[in-house]
């Protein structure tokens, strides 16, 4: 976190709201937003509003003294800055590049490539390199080995280029997902409205909370807090910034016809974005009746991507609904998309519940939304409806067929300290089980055992946990 617990209020309103925007794209905590919140709308704040308001900035990391040992941030790629300076050093030039931007590495490879006529287009080693002719015709004056060595500088080059674009893809999804377009949001707008600008801070802050290990479902993310900033936002607010997170009708009614019909074709661009990704992802054999884990599975990218998805699913439908254009699902409803879950957690919940989660049973009845979306299946609202009702679901409550219903405003709870979704009574020992592997579903590592298991023994994790039978 940026701010200390020695830190003054004497920090401008602007200084507290340039932070405020920076943490759309990371993850601080409520609490730690809220106490932000309150200290950019000092003065302004009924009485009512300010004792909402620090009932979550008590919890603070400035307010309690101490710091979250979980990060204040989603991974991030790793820039191409490392091959840039051995590209720099191998070549004796100097080219100027933005080592984070893909576009920008593949013009640096092919200004460095220029001497020795590489191109990003012709980057096979057996296929594309010039033979010693073609390299004397071209006026070169290097040996075999210094020209196949920057060739593979080259072509190592691109390939980042590639990877990096690739993930830097799946963190923007990722941040659609948790976020809407929260973290899209110009800094400029951002600054313009300080009242839908903390509402914005704090409802993104509330919708990236961790998952917890758990038989109950997600807390609503819009808790009493959200609700008392979301008031504070009047008839002439920036409705278009706060419909960027929160697609409700509540913030919808708020909106120019076109401006709805523009945020549904940002929605219905991200579904058929997410789902070609997911359909690049999809293994083969996947026990849809189950969606357990298996070992060779890259369940945090499919799950990240099934956030994006089901995200934007939500906001289109809220969208048509909104533009009372619902009838288009009587032609093509994608169904939503399941979670990847660990077998522990598939086993508690069966134990507890009697069976698989219902909407589990939909989704393994209906075709995979990719193939609806692209027309190779097809997948209509009475296909849907029929899905649910064997399942034992409403289609329209359960947000199949139309937007989730309204749920009630949250109260506050703290941020529980989680290790891999399990919760921990105190940071120092949650950063010490994370150290040690505790709860990764990987060996505890040899030399943190001991402190490991002393810390277990004391009753540290809060949370149920399954028993060791059902595991």
């Known amino acids: 976190m940026r701010f200390r617990k020695d830190e003054g209020r004497d920090r401008s309103r602007q200084e507290i709201l340039l932070e405020l925007h920076a943490s759309l794209d990371r993850r601080y905590r409520p609490e730690d937003v809220a106490d932000l919140v309150l200290q950019a709308l000092d003065g302004q704040l009924s009485r009512r509003e300010r004792i909402v308001l620090q009932r979550a900035a008590k919890h603070s990391s400035r307010g309690q003294g101490w710091f979250s040992s979980m990060s204040t941030d989603y991974a991030r790629p790793v820039g191409g800055a490392q091959q840039v300076a051995a590209a720099t050093r191998l070549f004796e030039r100097t ?34 390199r010039l033979n010693r002719d073609a390299r004397e015709a071209a006026g070169m004056e290097l040996s075999k080995r210094q020209y196949n060595r920057r060739f593979r500088m080259l072509r190592r080059i691109a390939a980042k280029a590639g990877t990096l674009g690739v993930e830097q893809d799946k963190r923007h999804l990722l941040m659609v997902g948790v976020t809407g377009f929260g973290a899209d949001i110009p800094l400029e707008r951002f600054l313009a409205d300080v009242n839908a600008a903390c509402f914005v801070a704090y409802f993104t802050a509330r919708r990236k909370l961790r998952r917890e290990f758990s038989l109950s479902g997600r807390d609503n993310p819009f808790d009493e807090i959200a609700s008392v900033l979301l008031d504070r936002c009047t008839a002439g607010s920036d409705w278009w910034m706060i419909a960027q997170v929160r697609t409700s009708p509540d913030v919808l009614e708020h909106l120019a016809e076109e401006e709805r019909g523009r945020l549904l074709g940002q929605w219905s661009a991200v579904l058929r974005h997410s789902t070609d990704l997911l359909r690049e992802r999809w293994v083969p054999g996947t026990d849809r009746a189950s969606m357990i884990v298996r070992r060779g599975d890259d369940s945090t990218t499919w799950n990240n991507l099934a956030t994006a998805y089901n995200a934007a699913r939500a906001g289109w439908l809220s969208c048509l609904a909104s533009l009372d254009a619902l009838d288009l699902l009587d032609v093509a409803c994608p169904g939503k998309a399941m979670r990847l879950m660990a077998a522990d957690l598939a086993a508690w919940h069966r134990g507890a519940n009697g069976g698989v989660d219902p909407n589990t049973a939909v989704w393994e009845t209906l075709p995979l939304p990719w193939e609806v979306l692209d027309g190779s299946a097809t997948c209509t609202r009475a296909d849907v409806e029929a899905a649910c009702r064997t399942a034992g679901l409403d289609p329209e409550t359960s947000g199949w067929t139309a937007p989730a219903p309204k749920r009630g405003v949250a109260a506050f709870r703290p941020t529980p300290e989680l290790v891999h979704g399990v919760s921990i009574a105190d940071p120092v020992w949650a950063a010490l089980l994370r150290r040690a592997g505790v709860f990764s579903g990987k060996h505890v590592k040899p030399d943190l055992a001991a402190d490991a298991g002393h810390g277990l023994a004391a009753g540290v994790v809060v949370s149920d946990l399954p028993a060791k039978e059902e595991q």
């Not at 100027?96 to 920008?104: C, L, Q």
């Not at 020795?116 to 980057?123: F, V």
């Open 95 to 128: 080219v100027e590049v933005d080592p984070d931007d893909p576009e920008s590495l593949l013009e640096f490879a092919a200004t460095m490539g220029d001497e020795i006529r590489w191109t990003p287009e012709r980057t096979d080693f057996l296929a594309d």
